[in-house]
């Protein structure tokens, strides 16, 4: 027999197409799952645990026929328990998890419905084009994601809430394991609307720091109102532009968070090698991007399963995570000398959270 890269014996035929099996019922367990969340089953069984399946529905406005039928799945995963002779329900292991765990499970189920199900219809040909054409047919887009979401209300509400909801809970680790000199001149590199700005004076404060957003046009007016409505107007800036053509110059400090795995390597090449060109010789640049586990088959690292489709079906046409070893060896190709390189220890995140992010901190080398 062979094995695979984790040492095990391969699959039987039998076990291999029983894997397969748990593939084709994924996308309805997803939806049955979000369904009752959505028809507010569950929010009802908690608060009137012991409801049969007609109160139910008179709740949710919808039939009991459904609402049975739905709350199967929920039984079998032990989620919701079921009384034979009362024909009620309750909330099963559901009961124990906290209002804001769920609610940051469903935040990141609510954008993989409206944002990931849909378009992953067309991955086959995303794949093959390299453009987003679930994007295009369904919002007759062209472009990318980010574009999209300035046009249309419900990408960008589903997006946003949780791009905002991720970037505050990993901006502290982050900070928390990079240097910003003090005083520094600090740009950060498709910064968005200014959050991470703000953060980084926030976690990050000394006399005469400054942070610089860096991001297309568009964007000045929302991110110059960001600064002013958290009060570090003072400390932070816009400059408007595309990293493509170019990096601003006359900084100590640039930071790259959550726009590396966007790209392939050429693009990841041109955007390093933009911002190596852009600082002085010993300038620091301080990265963080989702990682692939160095063995691509450890089963606990979700980043896998989810980020190919999502980027290259959804997002971008292109992109997705690379090794921790794969960026340090990108950044040293591209002119850096890497000064640390961690990834964050699982267990320190919630189990329902998807990525598994890292901090590479590398300086200009001549």
Known sequence: MTTNPKGNSTMTPEATLARVREYMVGPSRFMTLLSCFELGLVDTLRENPGMTAAKLGDAAGAKPDAVEQLLHLLVKEGFVAYDEGSG????????????????RALTYMNMIKVVALRQLFYLTESARTGTLVGLKELYG???????????????????????????????????????IPSGAQVLDLAGNTG??????????????????????PEKEA??????????????CSFI????????????DVVLVKHFLDMFDKDDVFKILKGVNRSLEVGGQVNIMVPVYPENIADSDNYNVDFFP????????????????STYRSWLEECGFRVTKAVAK??????PDVIPVPA????????
């Open 345 to 350: 220890d699982p267990a320190d995140i919630p």
């Open 141 to 179: 887009a062209e472009g990318t994601l980010y574009g999209a979401v300035a046009e249309h209300k419900d990408l960008r509400e589903s997006w946003a809430t949780l791009m905002d909801s991720v970037t505050a809970r990993i901006d502290p680790w982050f900070f928390g394991n990079i240097d």
């Open 309 to 324: 489709a999502f980027f290259i079906g959804c997002t971008m046409g292109q992109g997705g995570p690379q090794k921790l």
């Open 359 to 366: 901090v590479l901190c590398a300086t200009k080398v001549a």
């Open 88 to 103: 009620g329900y309750s909330l099963d292991a559901l009961a124990g998890v906290a209002k804001a765990d769920l609610q």
């Open 195 to 216: 959050l991470g700005a703000i953060h980084t004076y926030q976690l990050k404060a000394s006399p005469g720091l400054r942070v610089t957003t860096f991001d297309l």
């Open 240 to 251: 408007g532009g595309d990293v493509f053509d170019g990096v601003p110059k006359g900084f």
């Open 222 to 235: 929302e991110c110059l109102r960001n600064f002013r409505a958290h009060g570090v107007a003072e400390h």
